[in-house]
């Protein structure tokens, strides 16, 4: 590990995705689904563990069920001594309330830390799709000697309400002098104003000062217990953070192409549009990256399957993933993700969509510009995403860019 320092890991996962609904109906924002096979948590698990980090805990708390049951399956560094990544739902162990944020999160899991006596503690967001080196962001923290480190990397200016934006130190550029979380407006950058420095979500802490900031800032009545919020700012305000920008960052396997990609799929439209990257002939984030593996659950499936239908009509799918369990039978499949054990028949059409596991698309049936959940049932001849009027009237969310979200189980008819 860098430069010998113990390193634990922390991945926030308790955030409620409320933009992603009704993805997020019955499940916590990083246990979503992506890109067939994945779960939003495994990047954030993957980067961790490719750097290295062998003790990790998930701090989860709302709607966490099906998320601790993935980390536990999914997750299990077995074999290595006391090695481990670990759920832990919100214990209540500083009385009878929930985490009030994220700073509050960790602030009540601090005997995690201090059981393991770490030299750092990297702190990470859990519904981003990247990929991160974060042994080189921690050698940088430790060069610093500051008490702080945020990841940071450039996003286009009319975002800057929803990241924490930074400015940096006229005099030292790896200073952070002014951090403002979520503003309605922002300066662009010097050399590109049209963009700003926007913070990733992820930290590197000394463990002491990590402590001691998440204990004073629990102590107040003004703060909202927020990391991007209340925590980071305070070190900013005692000129103790500094900033690491992912283009720093060399991922082994990666190309000048994916190296710079980091993507919030916090709305349905950037996690379509996360989606189309993926199944085009050169996407920008390349799964097929074996240096740097993102790992998820070995499904125990058969693999896909493509045929012709009974008659002997052919099928055709083109650019698109199916994923294991998956059986295609004289079915137009394009541009589109499938889930595991999807099963598409003849005469179906599945274009510009992503579908989750146990998909069932029957004979004739049209799904077009949709998302739909795991075990949804599109009956033979049925219709979506084709008259937006008729899928609200059936209670299905529709984007205002057209795209149809159909939830968990649904069973559509003609
Ligand atoms: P947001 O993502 O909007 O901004 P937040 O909702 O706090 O901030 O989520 C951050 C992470 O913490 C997510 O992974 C979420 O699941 C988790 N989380 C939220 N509340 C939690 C709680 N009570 N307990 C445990 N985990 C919780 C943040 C930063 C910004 C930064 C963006 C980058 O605050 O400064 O720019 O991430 O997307």
Redesign the pocket.
């Given at each position: 590990m860098v430069a010998s320092k113990k390193i634990f890991g922390i991945v926030?996962?308790?955030?409620e995705g409320k933009r992603l609904m009704p993805l997020t109906a019955d499940r916590a924002?990083?246990a979503v689904p992506f890109a067939g096979q994945y779960r939003l948590i495994d990047f954030a698990l993957s980067n961790l563990i490719n750097s290295g980090l062998t003790q990790i805990v998930v701090?989860t708390?709302y709607k966490s069920h099906s998320l601790d049951r993935h980390v536990s399956q999914t997750w299990r560094l077995s074999g290595l001594l006391n090695s481990y990544v670990a759920s832990v739902p919100a214990q209540q162990r500083l009385g009878k309330r929930w985490?009030s944020?994220?700073a509050?999160?960790i602030l009540q899991s601090l005997n995690l830390i201090r059981d393991e006596k770490p030299d750092i503690v990297v702190v990470v967001?859990?519904?981003?799709v990247y990929r991160m080196d974060f042994r080189e962001m921690v050698q940088a923290h430790i060069d610093s000697g500051r008490g702080a480190t945020v990841a940071a990397i450039r996003q286009p200016i009319e975002l800057s309400d929803q990241?924490?934006v930074i400015q940096l130190d006229a005099n030292d550029p790896t200073k952070i002098s002014e951090f403002l979380?979520k503003p309605i407006n922002a300066d662009g950058l010097a050399d590109a104003p049209h963009e700003v420095l926007?913070?990733?979500?992820n930290y590197v802490f000394s463990t002491d000062a990590l402590i001691e900031a998440v204990i004073r800032d629990g102590e107040r009545t003004d703060s909202n217990h927020?990391?991007?919020?209340d925590i980071i700012p305070a070190f900013v305000e005692a000129g103790d953070a500094g900033v690491y920008d992912l283009k720093n960052n060399d991922v082994p396997g990666s190309t000048d192409r994916d190296r710079y990609y980091w993507r919030?799929v916090g709305t349905i439209d950037s996690f379509f549009e996360a989606h189309q990257d993926l199944i085009s002939t050169l996407p920008i984030f390349n799964l097929y990256n074996s240096a740097w593996p993102i790992f998820s659950q070995q499904l125990n499936s058969p693999p896909a399957k493509f045929v012709r239908d009974a008659k002997g009509n052919l099928g055709t799918t083109i650019d698109s993933i199916v994923s294991l369990g998956s059986l295609i039978s004289g079915a137009h499949i394009e541009r589109s993700v499938l889930g595991s054990w999807s099963k598409i028949e003849s005469g179906a059409r599945v274009v510009d969509s992503v579908l989750f596991d146990r998909v069932e698309v029957q004979p004739d049936a049209i799904v077009q510009r949709a998302i739909l959940d795991k075990d949804v049932v599109v009956e033979a001849g049925a219709t979506i995403g084709v008259d937006h009027a008729r899928d609200r009237a059936r209670g299905f969310t529709v984007t205002e860019s057209g795209l149809t979200v159909v939830g968990k189980g649904v069973r559509v008819t003609p």
């Open positions: 926030l996962a308790g955030g924002k990083p701090l708390q985490f944020g994220s509050d999160a967001g859990a519904d981003h990241f924490g979380e926007a913070s990733m979500g927020d990391m991007g919020g919030d």
